[in-house]
């Protein structure tokens, strides 16, 4: 399975995030310390506020962060909800469709992709010490 760049990218915002927990951050320095595009963070930024990943704060002063601590928040779970109804295959149309038996394992291989991904928070894939590495090799 691949992961869509709107899952990248949340991931990414939100590694960054628990990197620099002590403020608030805004989505122009996100998108310069990964070098990627500023409108497709917004989306993802949006998007993971709605589902409560992050806080948005707007105004002076204002900025994102992370609505809760990085342990608290399951890699798995958030994939899942960025990547939303993931079908391996296009069945709708196949001449097979009723004779094929290959969608059943493929979800069954799907389902296990996510099962190993929510065994994982966000502390977890940042690591023993990972936070403050990775907060030294970005920008403030």
Do not use: W
Not at 16 to 30: D, F, K, Q, V
Not at 65 to 88: F, S
Not at 126 to 134: D, I, N, S, Y
Request: with cysteine.
């Amino acid at each position: 399975m691949r992961l869509t760049r709107f899952s990248d990218y949340a991931v990414r915002v939100t590694l960054y995030l628990a990197t620099h927990a002590e403020r608030m951050c805004s989505i122009g320095e996100i998108a310069t310390a990964y070098g990627i595009s500023r409108n497709h963070l917004m989306k993802v930024v949006s998007d993971l506020s709605h589902a409560g990943y992050i806080r948005s704060t707007q105004g002076r002063g204002g900025g994102i962060r992370l609505a809760h601590p990085p342990a608290d928040i399951n890699i798995g779970a958030m994939i899942r909800h960025t990547e939303g109804n993931v079908d391996l295959v296009d069945c709708r149309e196949c001449r097979l469709k009723g004779a094929c038996h290959l969608p059943g394992p493929l979800d069954e291989a799907l389902d296990a992709f996510f099962t190993v991904l929510e065994k994982y928070t966000l502390s977890d894939v940042v690591g023993t010490g990972g936070m403050e590495r990775l907060g030294r090799m970005m920008p403030s």
